[in-house]
Antibody, heavy 124, light 107 residues
Framework: EVQLVESGGGLVQPGGSLRLSCVVSEFTFRNYWMHWVRQAPGQGLVWVSRISNDETSIAYADSVKGRFTISRDNAKNTLYLQLNGLRVEDTAVYYC?????????????????WGQGTLVTVSS | DIQMTQSPSSLSASVGDRVTITCRSSQSISDDLNWYQQRPGKAPKVLIYAASSLQSGVPSRFSGSGSGTDFTLTISSLQPEDSATYFCQQNHITPFAFGPGTKVHIK
């Protein structure tokens, strides 16, 4: 069974940093594009970032550009999100998500497997 | 950036009812539109991809349609387990925006 397990969340003061990790299993990680999606308490889903399988294509939401960095280690089956310059409005559950390719449509067409999420709380 | 809107923001319907949720994008996204269901306390789950393709394992009472800027998710016969929030999401171009969600309540 495909699994994605996030870790690294916690309580941090404004301006602080955290590094989120997502360890995956039961699929060939190096073949898939991966995403981070977040959800503030009681709010909707917000796409945060995406990385291609070979790290050549990376994209960010405007709200995190310049502060967050996505990366991956295909040898360790692990996705990362480095969060710097954290703000109160970054408080959310952060989900690690797999991008599903479709033949003749591209490498990253929908989000098919989600982790259980890790909570990041930014507060003084 | 592409903006996504959904209507209604919430609805209440009875078991067996036909339910339709609408999603609109701020510019044409072809059929690069997906639908997700999120039950309370759980991670989202994909229902429909590429506007109208049913994800494996999803009940056939769920269907999607549309292209360009206007899309719909239909539940043909609402079941108690369909009580959830439904989100549309465009994957036409990054940033891959989600709609604000539609909360479905069972009467």
């Amino acid at each position: 069974e495909v699994q994605l397990v996030e870790s690294g969340g916690g309580l941090v003061q404004p301006g602080g940093s955290l590094r989120l990790s997502c360890v995956v299993s039961e699929f060939t990680f190096r073949n898939y594009w991966m995403h981070w999606v977040r959800q503030a308490p009681g709010q909707g889903l917000v796409w945060v970032s995406r990385i291609s399988n070979d790290e050549t294509s990376i994209a960010y939401a405007d709200s995190v550009k310049g502060r967050f960095t996505i990366s991956r280690d295909n040898a360790k089956n692990t996705l990362y999100l480095q969060l710097n310059g954290l703000r109160v409005e970054d408080t959310a559950v952060y989900y690690c998500v797999r991008g599903r390719p479709l033949a003749n449509r591209g490498s990253d067409c929908y989000l098919d497997y989600w982790g259980q999420g890790t909570l990041v709380t930014v507060s003084s | 950036d592409i903006q996504m809107t959904q209507s209604p923001s919430s609805l209440s319907a009875s078991v067996g009812d036909r339910v339709t949720i609408t999603c609109r994008s701020s510019q044409s996204i072809s059929d690069d539109l997906n639908w997700y269901q999120q039950r309370p306390g759980k991670a989202p789950k994909v229902l429909i991809y590429a506007a109208s393709s049913l994800q494996s394992g999803v009940p056939s009472r769920f269907s999607g349609s549309g292209s360009g800027t206007d899309f719909t998710l239909t539940i043909s016969s609402l079941q108690p387990e369909d009580s959830a929030t439904y989100f549309c999401q465009q994957n036409h171009i990054t940033p891959f925006a989600f709609g604000p969600g539609t909360k479905v309540h069972i009467k």
